[in-house]
C-alpha cells in the first residue's frame, strides 16, 4: 500500500532531503488562473457575485449571505450535548494554552533619557475561514476563534462555505462553534470568493454594507483557498497558504505497530492527498505497521479515500539506520504534525527544529492535538514549518516600536547618526538632528529670533 524509501546508508542534506522525501504538491500557481476573474467580481459586483458564486460553485443560492441570529442560536440548541461538552472542553484547554501566550509590553532603556518600548496591539478586524468540503470543521472555530480572542480582537468575522442539504446556510456544527463562542458575524460563503469577501469588502445589492474589510484572514482550506490568499496578500494579512495535510512518525522497533497504522490512516482521511510518511530504523516495524494497514484501512469508514492517500506519490515509508538519521530526516522534512513514538520520545522530540507540532510517545496521537489537546492545528504545511508557525495569539499582534529620547539623549548619539547618515549619502537625515541638538547663531548671539 505504502511504497518504500530506502535511505540507510546515505547521509543527505536538507537540501537533498527535501528532494527525496516525499511531499504533496499542489499547484496553487495554476489555481490563480481561476481564482482571479473570482476575486474581480467579487470586487466589482459585491454580495450579487457572492450568490452567484454560491449557486455555482457550492450548489446552493443562500436566503442569506449573513447568517440570521436566530439561526446561529438554534444550531447551538440543537446541538448535540456530548457534541457541545467536547466543544466546551476543547475551548477550555485552547483558551488555558493561548491565554499564556499573551505578550507584555517591554520597555529598553538603551541610555539615559532614551527609551525604545515594544508595544502589543492586537489587529482590529479578522476574517476567520472554515473550510467545509469532504469533513466538517467545527474545531477549526475553536482553533481560528480562540487565539484572536486571547489576543483582543475586537471583531471577528467566521465565513464557511453554505450547505445545500442545510438550505444554504454553513454546517449547523459550525454555526453552533461560532455561537458557543460568542462570534455573530458569519457569512455563508466559501472559497476563493470568502477571502475576496473577507478581504475587499462587499456591499449589497441596495449599496448598503454587507461585509466590510478585515485586516487580517486566517484559516485553512483547498488550493483556491490559498490562491486567493496568495492574490489578495498585501490588501489583506494572511496567517499561511495551507496545503494538503501531512504526519510524519519517528518510530524504533519498539514502537507499537497497531497505533502507528491507527495514526496513518487517521490523518488520510482527511483528503486523498494527505501526506503519511513513517520513518524508521526497523525493517521490521515498517512490516508489521504494512500488515496492520492491510486489516485498518479497509476497515475504516473513509476507506476508499484512506486507500488513495497512502498509496500516493506523497506517503511513504522510509527506512534510516538510526536516531539521527531520523533526526535528519524529521528536520528536512519539517513536517505539519510530527509524531515520536521511540524509547526516549521526549529526548528526541526535543532535538527537533522544524514541526509544525510534536506529539510525544504512544500517548500523543495527532487526533488529540486536532480537537482537545490545547495546541492549536492550524499548522504550517508544505515544509513550511523550517521558517513558519502555527497559529497562535501573535498571528493576531503588531509589534509596534515607541522611541521616546529627551534633548540631551538625542545630543549625547548626535554624531553617530550624522556619521551613518553621511556614510549612506543622506545628508539630510542628520540634518534633521543637528536642527535639534546645535543652538542657532542668532540665539547664541542674542539676537531675537
Not at 449573513?66 to 444550531?75: K, Q
Not at 448535540?80 to 477550555?92: G, I, T
Not at 498571528?395 to 545630543?411: K, N, Q
Request: hydrophobic share 45%.
Amino acid at each position: 500500500m505504502m511504497r518504500r524509501l530506502d535511505l540507510r546508508g546515505r547521509r543527505l542534506d536538507a537540501r537533498e532531503l527535501r528532494g527525496t522525501l516525499p511531499r504533496a504538491h499542489e499547484d496553487v500557481e495554476s489555481a490563480l488562473a481561476v481564482v482571479a476573474p473570482v476575486v474581480e467580481d467579487v470586487r466589482a459586483r459585491g454580495a450579487a457575485a457572492l450568490l452567484d458564486l454560491a449557486e455555482r460553485l457550492d450548489g446552493v443560492r443562500p436566503p442569506h449571505l449573513r447568517v440570521p441570529a436566530d439561526a446561529l442560536a438554534g444550531a447551538l440548541e440543537r446541538l448535540d450535548p456530548q457534541v457541545r461538552a467536547a466543544l466546551e472542553e476543547s475551548v477550555r484547554r485552547a483558551r488555558l494554552v493561548h491565554a499564556d501566550q499573551r505578550r507584555t509590553d517591554t520597555s529598553t532603556q538603551v541610555a539615559p533619557g532614551g527609551t525604545v518600548t515594544e508595544r502589543w496591539v492586537p489587529v482590529g478586524r479578522v476574517g476567520l475561514y472554515v473550510p467545509g468540503g469532504v469533513a466538517v470543521y467545527p474545531s477549526s472555530v475553536v482553533m481560528n476563534v480562540v487565539p484572536a480572542q486571547e489576543a483582543g480582537v475586537e471583531q471577528l468575522v467566521v465565513a464557511s462555505p453554505p450547505q445545500r442539504e442545510h438550505g444554504g446556510l454553513p454546517h449547523p456544527s459550525v454555526l453552533a462553534a461560532c455561537a458557543l463562542l460568542g462570534v455573530e458575524e458569519v457569512y455563508a460563503v466559501g472559497g476563493a470568493q470568502a477571502v475576496a469577501m473577507l478581504a475587499l469588502g462587499a456591499d449589497a445589492e441596495d449599496g448598503t454594507r454587507l461585509c466590510a474589510p478585515v485586516d487580517l484572514v486566517t484559516g485553512p482550506g483547498n488550493r483556491y483557498v490559498a490562491a486567493a490568499k496568495r492574490l489578495l496578500r498585501g490588501v489583506v494579512g494572511i496567517d499561511a497558504e495551507a496545503g494538503p495535510t501531512e504526519v510524519m512518525v519517528l518510530a524504533d522497533a519498539g514502537a507499537d505497530a497497531r497505533l502507528v497504522a491507527a495514526d496513518l490512516v487517521s490523518q488520510a482521511e482527511h483528503d486523498e492527498v494527505a501526506a503519511g510518511v513513517l520513518v524508521t530504523t526497523s525493517e521490521d516495524l515498517a512490516e508489521r505497521v504494512l500488515a496492520e494497514l492491510a486489516v485498518q484501512v479497509p476497515a475504516t469508514k473513509h476507506a476508499e479515500r484512506v486507500a488513495t492517500a497512502l498509496s500516493g506519490e506523497q506517503s511513504a515509508v522510509v527506512l534510516v539506520d538510526d536516531e539521527a538519521g531520523l533526526l535528519a530526516v524529521a528536520d528536512g522534512y519539517g513536517a505539519e504534525h510530527l509524531e515520536v513514538q521511540t524509547a526516549d520520545a521526549a529526548a528526541l522530540a526535543a532535538r527537533v527544529r522544524n514541526a509544525g507540532a510534536i506529539f510525544v510517545g504512544p500517548h500523543s496521537p495527532v487526533s488529540l492535538g486536532d480537537y482537545c489537546a490545547g495546541s492549536n492545528h492550524v499548522l504550517p504545511t508544505g515544509g513550511c514549518a523550517c521558517f513558519s508557525s502555527g497559529l497562535s495569539v501573535q498571528t493576531f499582534l503588531r509589534g509596534i516600536h515607541v522611541v521616546d529620547y529627551s534633548a540631551e539623549a538625542l545630543a549625547d548619539v548626535a554624531p553617530h547618526v550624522v556619521a551613518l547618515a553621511e556614510a549612506e549619502d543622506l545628508p539630510a537625515h542628520g540634518q534633521a538632528v543637528t536642527a535639534r541638538t546645535r543652538v542657532p547663531a542668532e540665539v547664541a548671539a542674542g539676537t531675537p529670533s
